[in-house]
C-alpha cells in the first residue's frame, strides 16, 4: 500500500542552524512529491514540488528537497531557519490513480530557538 | 481576491445536529477536496469531486455527505454528528497535482 512517512514528530532547531526534515515514501512507480508547510491556525501552503528532472528542487523561503530514488526519499532543508520558519510541515506524494490520489504525512512540528 | 474561502471559520455544535461546511473558490478549478485533521493522522480524504454533479469517497467518508451543483461550491455536511468528528477541516482545490488550500474550519462537537 502507499504510504507517506515522517519519522519526526517534532523537532526543535536554533535560529540560523541548518534544518534538514526527513520523508520517506512507499510507493511502485515515480511518484509526484510535494512538501507543505502549516503555520498556526492557517491552511496548507506549497513550499516545493518534485515532477521529473533534476532531483535538486528549489522551493520558497529559501528551502530546498532532494529527490532520492534509492532511498525513496524527499528531504527538505534549509541552510538557516529563521524564528519565522515555526510551523507544521508535510511531505505529500501524487500518484497517477482515478483521480490522482495525494497522500499527506502525519507531518513534523518544527520549534525555533531564538 | 482569488482564493479559496472556508465558512465559517469556527462551529460548535451538539452530537446529532446537521452542520454544513461551506467551501468556495475562485479559480474555476475541476478538482475540488474535504480533508480532516486530526493530531497524528495528517490529513486524511473525506470526499472530492472532480467536476460539478461529480464527487466521490476517499478514505474517511462515513458520516459525511457533499454536493456540487456548481463548479466553485464544494459543501460538505455532518449529518448527524458525533463527537468523534471533532476536527479541523480543510477544502482544497487543485491545477494540475497542484492543491491550494483554505484556511480550515475548527469543528468542535459536544
Known amino acids: 500500500a502507499q504510504s507517506v512517512t515522517q519519522p519526526d514528530i517534532h523537532i526543535t532547531v536554533s535560529e540560523g542552524a541548518s534544518l534538514e526534515l526527513r520523508c520517506n515514501y512507499s510507493y511502485g512507480a515515480t511518484p509526484y512529491l510535494f512538501w507543505y508547510v502549516q503555520s498556526p491556525g492557517q491552511g496548507l501552503q506549497l513550499l516545493l514540488k518534485?515532477?521529473?528532472?533534476?532531483?535538486l528542487v528549489q522551493g520558497i523561503k529559501g528551502f530546498e528537497a532532494e529527490f532520492k530514488r534509492s532511498q525513496s526519499s524527499f528531504n527538505l532543508r534549509k541552510p538557516s531557519v529563521h524564528w519565522s520558519d515555526a510551523a507544521e510541515y508535510f511531505c505529500?506524494?501524487?500518484?497517477?490513480?482515478?483521480?490522482?490520489?495525494?497522500?499527506f504525512g502525519p507531518g513534523t512540528s518544527l520549534s525555533v530557538i531564538p | 481576491d482569488a482564493g479559496i474561502t472556508q465558512s465559517p471559520r469556527y462551529k460548535i455544535t451538539e452530537t446529532g445536529r446537521q452542520v454544513t461546511l461551506m467551501c468556495h473558490q475562485t479559480?474555476?478549478?475541476?478538482?475540488m477536496f474535504w480533508y480532516r485533521q486530526d493530531l497524528g493522522h495528517g490529513l486524511r480524504l473525506i470526499y472530492y469531486s472532480a467536476a460539478a454533479d461529480i464527487t466521490d469517497k476517499g478514505e474517511v467518508p462515513d458520516g459525511y455527505v457533499v454536493s456540487r451543483s456548481k463548479t466553485e461550491n464544494f459543501p460538505l455536511t455532518l449529518e448527524s454528528a458525533t463527537r468523534s468528528q471533532t476536527s479541523v477541516y480543510f477544502c482544497?482545490?487543485?491545477?494540475?497535482?497542484?492543491?491550494?488550500f483554505g484556511p480550515g474550519t475548527r469543528l468542535t462537537v459536544t
Open positions: 479559480w474555476s478549478h475541476s478538482y
Open positions: 482544497a482545490s487543485r491545477r494540475d497535482y497542484e492543491q491550494y
Open positions: 505529500a506524494v501524487g500518484m497517477k490513480t482515478s483521480y490522482d490520489k495525494v497522500i
Open positions: 518534485y515532477f521529473s528532472g533534476d532531483t
